[in-house]
Nanobody
Framework: QVQLVESGGGLVHAGGSLRLSCAASGRVFSNYVMGWFRQAPGKEREFVAS????????YYADSVKGRFTISRDNAKSTAFLQMNNLKPEDTAVYYC?????????????????WGQGTQVTVSS
């Protein structure tokens, strides 16, 4: 069992930045692929970014590429999502998730454990 707790969400003006954190507990963090997903009101959950177990490989949705950066600190069992140049369309609840087996994926159905989510609101 893995417990995930997101933090760092909030209200920001368009063009601003936020840094989300995802603290994990319960198992060896470096055994898991990490992913960030988001869900806006009335929309399906969508992939944002993912990172391999070592942190050496990262993947991004086209909508955030060049603005968001995913990273992880395995010694601290924490993953991060640095979000720059935020846009109103980035407004959503952001979730972190871990996958026990396999490689980093954009498919939310392949992730095994999820955090409770943190709200990000970007005003225009």
């Amino acid at each position: 069992q893995v417990q995930l707790v997101e933090s760092g969400g909030g209200l920001v003006h368009a063009g601003g930045s936020l840094r989300l954190s995802c603290a994990a507990s319960g198992r060896v963090f470096s055994n898991y692929v990490m992913g960030w997903f988001r869900q806006a009101p009335g929309k399906e959950r969508e992939f944002v970014a993912s990172i391999s177990r070592s942190g050496g490989s990262t993947y991004y949705a086209d909508s955030v590429k060049g603005r968001f950066t995913i990273s992880r600190d395995n010694a601290k069992s924490t993953a991060f999502l640095q979000m720059n140049n935020l846009k109103p369309e980035d407004t959503a609840v952001y979730y972190c998730a871990v996958r026990r087996t396999g490689v980093a994926s954009t498919n939310s159905g392949l992730y095994d454990y999820w955090g409770q989510g943190t709200q990000v609101t970007v005003s225009s």
